[in-house]
């Protein structure tokens, strides 16, 4: 029944079984190709290395085309938007569009791209729904601020050069840069701001409120394999003033990309999604009220 899943479900899912476990067999070959290097010497140790890690891309492409239309198949027929999820997986990078080139890795058997086929249609003919979202456990307003990883960084590295000072006396110039650095950093945890403001009128990022009606996208990006770096990307259309002529027109909109770096807050990508769209389904239900 569509909507018994929720979208970050079968994200989190997806994430799984289209990322982690490729990754698990590529990285197994690259381990097995070390130690076969090890083994043999010569040309055989670089022909066995370079097998093993050929079988490795092999195996962890076989397994994401396989688990890929297995996952379509099973996730889209059980959440709300398959669309919405579908272009959030590509976002993720997790699987690719419907019609590129790529989607050819997909092991589809016959009867598989049938029901893939089939599933579409029926899909496109219903009415897209709203994912309810439990909002409840949410504030009025979410609010983050500065983490402190920098900030133990540099100090670290103070104490480090401080340490170094007693052997090298160059090392005071590091010490000096470390410490600028971290009280800097701890201005920024003094501060009374907040990096970034979430509620049901839009997203504040330094003072600035994108509001929901002008965000037509946003994307929780990982920069790393561990997702302890990301970013938000927001796809805004603003309203610019254009001097002309005619005081009459109205003004010009223009959509920008607005790239939030969030590589100092404690937060995981798919819980920061998850609040962005339990503000937006407030947002979203409340504009339906009216």
Do not use: C
């Not at 018994?4 to 197994?28: T, Y």
Request: net charge negative; no cysteine.
């Amino acid at each position: 029944m569509s909507g018994e899943l929720s979208i970050q479900d079968a994200l989190k899912r997806a994430n799984v079984f289209l990322k982690w476990l490729p990754l698990a067999i590529f990285a197994g070959s690259i381990g097995i190709a070390y130690v076969l290097f090890q083994s043999f010497s010569g040309d055989m140790a670089v022909i066995s290395a370079i097998v093993s890690v050929v079988i490795g891309i092999f195996l962890s492409t076989w397994l994401w085309g396989v688990q890929a239309v297995k996952w379509r198949l099973w996730a889209y027929p059980k959440v709300s938007d398959y669309r919405l999820l579908e272009q959030k997986a590509i976002n993720r990078q997790l699987i690719w569009p419907r019609h590129h080139i790529f989607t050819r890795w997909e092991m589809v058997s016959r009867s598989q791209k049938d029901r893939l086929q089939q599933l579409y249609i029926v899909l496109d003919n219903k009415a897209t729904t709203l994912e309810e979202v439990d909002d409840r456990k949410y504030p009025d307003r979410t609010e983050y601020k500065q983490g402190n990883t920098n900030f133990i960084a540099y100090a670290i590295g103070l104490v480090i050069s401080l340490y170094l000072m007693i052997e090298t006396p160059k090392a005071g110039i590091a010490a000096l840069i470390f410490f600028v650095l971290a009280f800097l950093e701890w201005k920024k945890l003094r501060s009374k701001s907040k990096l970034l403001v979430i509620d049901d009128k839009g997203v504040e990022w330094q003072g600035v409120l994108y509001r929901w009606d002008q965000i037509k996208n946003y994307q929780v990006k990982a920069l790393t394999m561990q997702q302890k770096l990301f970013e938000l990307l927001l796809d805004v259309e603003l309203e610019m003033d254009i001097p002309d002529a005619l005081d009459d027109e109205d003004p010009e909109t223009f959509m920008t990309r607005i790239d939030i770096d969030l590589e100092d807050l404690t937060e995981d990508p798919f819980s920061l999604e998850a609040t962005l769209d339990a503000y937006k389904y407030r947002y979203e239900k409340k504009r339906t009220i009216r």
